[in-house]
């Protein structure tokens, strides 16, 4: 049998992705930080693109709260409840560290004293008197809580709070004590006066700036369980309106503006208005998919994490007609800031429990906050728990949920508990 050759035409449809589509669609996956940095690289190989840098006329809000005269964030339902919480973080470090029965003693003073935000609101020479002792014994105590993880923990101000992380960074130098020194005037902008006093060039202020922006002024936040765990400036900011609503936008502070300057090739303008446009791309939708997810979590904004709703990134594609894999290449590594600290937008994702009326990450919230709550050296089991939450939320909670909960927060079972 002889085998005849035949020649087949055949048409397909093949996607192709352009550099620049390949390009836009990276750029989706960067948050803030890296954003800046992929910003740097390409004004570095491009002259017709200049880049300035935020002022610290933009103040990070995260900061909000923390200078003397500034609105001050409740956080103290945020902290009080995640799993481990600040205090049993810091009651675990005592343990550890203090070996006597006195230091121990002023170490829970100590303790005792914390603000939400992780510094110490009360007049060591009040905890002295409190106790008995001499002030030099509570402030050697103190040095030592000091040196707890995160740094920054016990501060009695901001300036200590910050210059705690400058030593341990290794940059506590003599321009950075003078800025620490002069954070008010930083907050204003006043960086020209502030090089006067340090008797340096305004640049190395605005150096030192930007190293303090990137400490965290609450270490004590580091124990909300959305928080973001890396110190980072966040991408996006969410603040109540007037009217009861969220308006949600980008911060600003974050990122360096773009220049096109003339006088360079026709290719190196083209290729900065290609960025220029990519960036305005990623930001419009980083916008758009932020606020679609805060405005649908505007309980958790208000009430906190215990409020979060269910939620999923197929039904935020539905209602901004984008693809899934978009929404979820937005949402890996944003972070929000929110009255409450600073979020991971992704953790604000989760299934539905009982008919789609709770969120697991909610019901995880509230058993965190229960533990917290116990009476001390009687930590409750499981199955009390379970049927705690249920009695609370109105729907069936197994055993085997609280304890799967129980140990993605960390916290160990009730008879460790009873232990502490």
């Not at 930080?33 to 935020?54: F, I, K, S, T, W």
């Not at 605005?206 to 190293?211: E, N, T």
């Not at 209602?319 to 991971?344: F, I, K, M, N, Q």
């Not at 728990?385 to 304890?403: E, F, H, K, N, P």
Request: glycine share 8%; proline share 6%.
């Amino acid at each position: 049998m002889t085998q005849r050759q035949r020649i087949e035409v055949k048409q397909t449809l093949r996607l192709k992705l352009s550099t620049g589509l390949r390009a836009s669609i990276a750029m989706l996956r960067l948050d803030a930080a890296g954003l800046a940095r992929h910003l740097e690289e390409q004004a570095a190989e491009n002259p017709a693109l200049v880049l300035v840098q935020p002022t610290p006329r933009d103040w990070l809000p995260r900061w909000t709260g923390v200078l003397p005269g500034a609105e001050r964030v409740d956080l103290a339902e945020v902290v009080a409840g995640p799993g481990p919480s600040l205090m049993a973080h810091v009651g675990a470090e005592i343990d550890r560290r203090m070996k006597t029965p006195q230091d121990r003693r002023i170490a829970l003073a100590l303790a005792e004293a914390l603000a939400p935000t992780g510094w110490i609101d009360r007049p060591l020479l009040a905890v002295a008197r409190e106790l008995g002792c001499r002030l030099a014994e509570v402030e050697a105590v103190l040095h030592r809580l000091q040196e707890i993880e995160p740094v920054g923990l016990f501060a009695r101000t901001l300036g200590e709070c910050l210059k705690l992380q400058a030593q341990e960074a290794g940059v506590y130098d003599g321009v950075m004590k003078v800025v620490l020194a002069q954070l008010d005037m930083l907050a204003r902008g006043e960086t020209g006066l502030i090089a006067q006093v340090a008797g340096v060039e305004e640049s190395e202020v605005l150096r030192r700036f930007r190293v303090i922006r990137t400490m965290n002024p609450k270490p004590g936040t580091a124990f909300d369980p959305l928080m973001a765990e890396t110190l980072r400036e966040p991408d996006l900011l969410v603040r109540p309106r007037p009217d009861g609503g969220w308006e949600v936008s980008l911060n600003g502070s974050a990122l360096p503006e773009l220049h096109i300057i003339s006088g360079q090739t026709t290719e190196a303008r083209a290729a900065a208005r290609m960025l220029e446009r990519m960036v305005l791309a990623r930001n419009e939708t980083l916008l758009r998919v932020g606020a679609e997810v805060l405005q649908r979590q505007r309980l958790a904004l208000a009430e906190g994490p215990v409020r979060l709703q269910p939620m999923t990134m197929a039904e935020i594609a539905e209602a901004l007609d984008l693809h899934e894999s978009t929404v979820s290449r937005v949402v890996a590594g944003t972070s929000v800031d929110t009255p409450r600290g600073v979020w991971w937008l992704r953790q604000l994702f989760s299934r539905g429990l009982g008919g789609e009326e709770v969120s697991a990450a909610g019901l995880r919230d509230l058993l965190a906050r229960k533990i917290a709550g116990e009476a001390a050296g009687a930590p409750l089991s499981d199955e009390a728990l379970a049927q705690s939450l249920a009695a609370d939320l109105g729907i069936s909670v197994a055993r085997r949920t609280v304890a799967k909960y129980r140990g993605m927060l960390g916290i160990p079972p009730a008879h460790r508990r009873k232990l502490r």
